[in-house]
């Protein structure tokens, strides 16, 4: 029987773990940290609680779906009504602004249509040779450059003519123009996008997810333990725990959740010449800065975009509102969500108290409300750069990992923009592919 190896233990890895347990084939699951659950983690300080930036559950994949609510957590999932807000020109629009202008200046509203009419009816066009060109194609003049520009350059902190758009199309919602006029005229009556209506924990955070995950497979999890060299002409792995002693594992097949630049490092000798380098695969970095606070209440909102520069974050949350939870009683929670890149670096260590100014500068808190509690996580790598050979260098870097029986996957693995559902499906994928082959006595290799 084929002894499989697992890098990390974040949402795909214990997904392809649990998976594997289904089919009754051996595994081992490395995770560095001393709990699973990767970016999905929660930490509880001073009463609140905070995951590493916004998490929310949704998805429209059966499977995971009935897994999520039937399975990992039937009785501790509450259903909410998304109420996320954009804040540009001094107002509040309902999410997503393309569709709900009602409330903004008349002259703003007017660019957004204008923009948005000529777009659609204009006539044959030059297909978009980037990002920024194929927001301006899909949305107007207007919507680009009152929200979706400035909004896709702090969260990427990247130049957006340098990315593509091949992985953007089903998560933007487009709007009729029929739509946008209605949202102009009144208040939105409906909400729009996949995530309208979510789920979160009501006791745990966004961790109950990987914890009921990690459950029935925690015998076949080695905690702080760091995978320090892979070879993969030998098919080993050396693996040293936290006081520093290594071991050498054996494995068949290795299954990597790693990000592409760290599997990368960790490959002695590399399986091909003919691998991307590890600069290939561009990423950026989210700060998030966690504040607990006594006083005034809240927006009665999850979350809120801001694109203009004169805040530091370009979306903050309110944790208290997914669930009860995550705040003492009477208090109250904000995160507040930064990203800074190679193209965009930031001062870090003055992020929580630009964000409390910011805050205070647009109004969301003031003289009233005490902080009693601040922090920062920091998630890096965050989101992958889908740069103009994104796709390239992936497949190619897929392909060469294959052929030496190592299969990437997770958001860092796949080098995907992936939510916590494909994640999930991620690592289920690459647990059939194994367990199809072994079943068959076939070679583990796929190409």
């Known amino acids: 029987m084929a002894h499989i190896l697992i890098i990390g233990g974040g949402l795909a890895g214990l997904s392809c773990g649990y998976h594997l347990k289904r089919e009754g084939i051996p595994f081992q699951i490395i995770e560095r940290d001393e709990r699973p659950g990767g ?12 995951d590493q930036s916004i998490h929310i559950l949704y998805s429209s994949i059966p499977h995971v779906r009935d897994l999520i609510t039937r399975e990992l957590l039937p009785n501790n999932l509450a259903v909410q009504d998304r109420h996320s807000y954009c804040y540009t020109n001094g107002t509040y629009t309902e999410y997503p602004y393309q569709a709900h202008n009602h409330g903004l200046p008349k002259e703003v509203i007017v660019d957004n249509l204008l923009g948005l009419i000529e777009a659609t009816y204009k006539g044959p066009k030059k297909k978009p040779e980037n990002f920024e060109e194929w927001i301006v194609d899909t949305f107007g003049t207007g919507i680009a450059r009152n929200f979706m520009i400035p909004y896709n350059r702090k969260v990427w902190a990247w130049d957006l003519k340098q990315m593509n ?19 102009a005229l009144d208040k939105p009556s409906e909400r729009l996008g996949p995530n309208r209506q979510f789920w979160y924990p009501q006791r745990g955070g966004i961790e109950a997810l990987p914890e009921e995950l990690a459950a029935p497979i925690a015998g076949n999890i080695l905690l702080e333990h760091t995978v320090r060299v892979i070879d993969p002409i030998a098919k080993t ?4 725990n936290s006081d520093g002693e290594e071991i050498v594992l054996d494995y068949d097949a290795l299954v990597s959740t790693l990000p592409i630049p760290a599997l990368l490092k960790l490959m002695t000798p590399p399986p091909a010449r003919t691998m991307p380098a590890m600069e290939d695969f561009k990423y950026n970095v989210v700060h998030t800065v966690n504040l607990g606070l006594r006083g005034p209440d809240l927006p009665p909102y999850h979350w809120i975009y801001f694109p203009s520069d004169e805040t530091v974050f370009h979306r903050i949350s309110f944790p208290h509102l997914f669930s009860p939870w995550m705040a003492p009683a009477g208090y109250q929670s904000i995160m ?3 990203s800074e890149s190679s193209q965009k670096p930031c ?31 920091t998630l890096d790598p965050a989101y992958v750069i889908y740069d103009h050979r994104h796709r390239e260098n992936v497949d190619t870097f897929h392909q060469v990992c294959n052929a030496a029986q190592i299969f990437p996957c997770g ?37």
Not at 237 to 240: D, E, H, T
């Open 39 to 50: 970016h999905c983690k929660t930490e509880v300080k001073d009463g609140f609680a905070f």
């Open 347 to 377: 001062r870090s260590e003055r992020l929580i108290w630009d964000c409390i100014a910011d805050l205070e500068k647009v109004g969301l808190i003031g003289a009233h409300h005490e902080i009693v509690h601040r922090s920062m996580t």
């Open 165 to 183: 758009f091949d992985w953007i199309s089903e998560r933007v919602p487009r709007p009729s123009v029929k739509d946008v006029l209605g949202g």
């Open 336 to 338: 507040c969500e930064i």
């Open 411 to 447: 958001r860092f693995g796949d080098w995907e923009y992936l939510n916590m559902d494909h994640s999930i499906m991620s690592g289920k994928q690459i647990a059939e592919r194994i367990a199809n082959r072994v079943k068959s006595k076939t070679n583990l290799i796929t190409t």
């Open 237 to 240: 792995a050396v693996v040293q």
